[in-house]
């Protein structure tokens, strides 16, 4: 389904290094749905220099800003080759990968990030909280899908931390980050323009605003009361934003297809969460009395 090697190794035996037998970060994370999230699709435009690069289930995008390229999302682990061999389908060397930003510290969309850094050396870009996670490869301790246990490849290579609203700036892009916690607290959606001549249009490619958690957790705790009032931030956040297309963290979330570029998609978004939190909590009362 992969490339056999990775861009580290084929240098390692371009220069006569020794060539490890396993690259340890590129080690497949097998879950019931890898199969699923890792289904090959093809490069794609979206519009003007915006493409998606990642996979049937997963979310990858890739920002040509005319002075490097930007990487959104890194998918699972063994992800990378596949990423890197899309990139280079759409005629990009990956060298020229300057930034590579992050939607969240989980496994999924972050499993791929310590691959690709080491392999283009960009620079990994995620919030404070999403960093801390990054750097360690593991839940943070009061993730709610702590008790999932496991971790990925942590990041070791230069970061750069952003705040919400920060920008930025690479050629002719510039790319807003928004602080849109609840999934996890350090979650970070991102938006930017993609011109076509005259006409240009809003993308935001938002982290995952699923509540979903490992058995045994609450929401309606004490604990799980910081990321309800997050996920209430996001669904703000979520319901100003202009927002041409949407890109979802994980294509199906988005409503349509690999993206959806139909009106009011990230209002639309922000609702499903809505009522899928909802959902939650009352079943989660329920359970208290019975």
């Not at 791929?112 to 392999?119: E, F, P, S, Y």
Request: with cysteine; proline share 6%; aromatic share 8%.
């Amino acid at each position: 389904m992969f490339e056999a090697i990775s861009l580290f190794t084929w240098l390692a035996a371009a220069s006569g290094a020794p060539v490890p037998a396993v690259d340890p970060l590129t080690q497949p994370i097998t879950t019931s749905r890898s199969a699923e999230w890792l289904a090959p699709a093809a490069p794609e435009k979206i519009y003007g220099h915006s493409y998606l690069v990642g996979f049937g289930g997963l979310s990858v995008a890739l920002i040509d800003t005319g002075a490097g390229l930007v990487l959104v999302d890194g998918a699972l682990p063994q992800a990378a080759p596949a990423i890197l061999a899309n990139v280079r389908k759409l005629g990009f060397d990956p060298k020229d990968i300057k930034f590579i930003l992050s939607t969240e510290p989980h496994f999924d969309h972050a499993g791929g990030l310590a691959a690709l850094a080491r392999d283009t050396g960009a620079t990994v870009v995620a919030s404070a909280r999403g960093a801390e996670g990054l750097r360690s490869g593991r839940h943070a301790a009061d993730d709610p899908q702590l008790a999932y246990g496991g971790s990925w490849p942590a990041v070791t290579t230069p970061m750069r931390v952003m705040a919400d609203g920060e920008v930025l700036r690479l050629g002719k892009g510039a790319i807003t980050a928004h602080a849109t916690p609840g999934h996890t607290i350090g979650s970070m959606s991102w938006s930017w323009q993609a011109c076509e001549g005259k006409t240009c249009k809003a993308i935001v490619f938002a982290s995952s605003l699923n509540p979903v958690s490992a058995d045994g957790y609450r929401f309606s705790s004490a604990a799980g009361a910081p990321f309800v009032a997050g996920f209430a931030q996001s669904y703000r956040t979520m319901e100003a934003l202009r927002c041409d297309i949407l890109i979802s963290a994980h294509p199906d979330n988005a409503g349509e297809g690999r993206y959806n570029a139909r009106p009011g998609a990230c209002r639309a978004y922000a609702d499903r969460s809505r009522r899928a939190l909802a959902k939650r909590l009352t079943a989660e009362k329920a359970e208290v009395a019975k």
